[in-house]
């Protein structure tokens, strides 16, 4: 089976989940990055469903949109609950991750240099409702999910923005400390290739 391909541009951004994902199942994942020279020139971004990357291939399949690429690999790969009913919930708590990220996204490239005092302020009210869907080491049942690869690198992105940000979230420290412990997703995370490229596209962290 070939790899999976991934076009995206040389950050982590909405690729990092999808990568720790990949990492953790054992797949293989060639990277296309595409610089910023490259895309605004427009030929790449017309042939993009929504004129967004990722843009992700998985042999005759082409799929853009990180969360439908994440959904994707989850039923693919044994990360999508055991039934339906556990499916729909993981669909429920990856929508809030969602809203979560869409927040972070519009500080670090909206609001940065003026909102982060009230962003980190408000943190807590979107950290709490995760904080209390843990009834095991996950967020839906006792297997890991997409929800729980998606939210974990959130968070790895929260504890850049403000180490201390979990301070008061014993069950998604603790989710942090399991994910990270995964060999694969250990070997990931100290590999050069995935230290050396910036969260996001803007220098701020």
Same mark, same amino acid.
């Not at 990949?22 to 490259?38: F, I, N, P, R, S």
């Not at 929508?95 to 302020?121: F, H, M, N, P, W």
């Given at each position: 089976?070939?790899?999976?391909?991934?076009?995206?541009?040389?950050?982590?951004?909405?690729?990092?989940?999808?990568?720790?994902? &990949?990492?953790?199942?054992?797949?293989?994942?060639?990277? #296309?990055?595409?610089?910023?020279?490259?895309?605004?020139?427009?030929? /790449?971004?017309?042939?993009? #469903?929504?004129?967004?990357?990722?843009?992700?291939?998985?042999?005759?399949?082409? &799929?853009?949109? =990180?969360?439908?690429? /994440?959904?994707?690999?989850?039923?693919?790969?044994?990360?999508?609950?055991?039934? =339906?009913?556990?499916?729909?919930?993981?669909?429920?708590?990856?929508?809030?991750?969602?809203?979560?990220? =869409?927040?972070?996204?519009?500080?670090?490239?909206?609001?940065?240099?003026?909102?982060?005092?009230?962003?980190?302020?408000?943190?807590?009210?979107?950290?709490?409702?995760?904080?209390?869907?843990?009834?095991?080491?996950?967020?839906?049942?006792?297997?890991? =999910?997409?929800?729980?690869?998606?939210?974990?690198? &959130?968070?790895?992105?929260?504890? #850049?923005?403000?180490?201390?940000?979990?301070?008061?979230?014993?069950?998604?420290?603790?989710?942090?400390?399991?994910?990270?412990?995964?060999?694969?997703?250990?070997?990931?995370?100290?590999?050069?290739?995935?230290?050396?490229?910036?969260?996001?596209?803007?220098?701020?962290?």
């Amino acid at each position: 089976m070939p790899p999976y391909t991934a076009t995206y541009f040389p950050v982590k951004g909405r690729l990092g989940a999808i990568k720790i994902m &990949l990492a953790d199942k054992g797949q293989e994942l060639k990277e #296309v990055l595409v610089g910023m020279e490259e895309w605004q020139k427009g030929d /790449l971004k017309a042939t993009c #469903v929504f004129g967004q990357l990722p843009k992700f291939e998985d042999g005759d399949l082409v &799929l853009f949109q =990180s969360n439908a690429i /994440l959904r994707h690999l989850g039923r693919n790969h044994g990360a999508y609950g055991k039934d =339906s009913r556990e499916a729909s919930l993981i669909d429920m708590m990856n929508d809030g991750v969602e809203d979560l990220r =869409s927040k972070y996204i519009k500080l670090i490239y909206q609001e940065y240099d003026t909102g982060k005092e009230a962003y980190l302020k408000d943190l807590p009210n979107s950290l709490c409702k995760f904080e209390k869907r843990f009834n095991s080491d996950f967020l839906v049942g006792n297997e890991v =999910s997409f929800a729980d690869y998606n939210l974990f690198d &959130l968070l790895l992105n929260h504890l #850049v923005l403000c180490p201390k940000s979990l301070d008061n979230f014993p069950k998604l420290n603790n989710l942090v400390k399991k994910m990270s412990a995964r060999p694969k997703i250990r070997a990931l995370l100290d590999s050069e290739a995935f230290k050396k490229i910036p969260i996001n596209g803007n220098g701020k962290q």
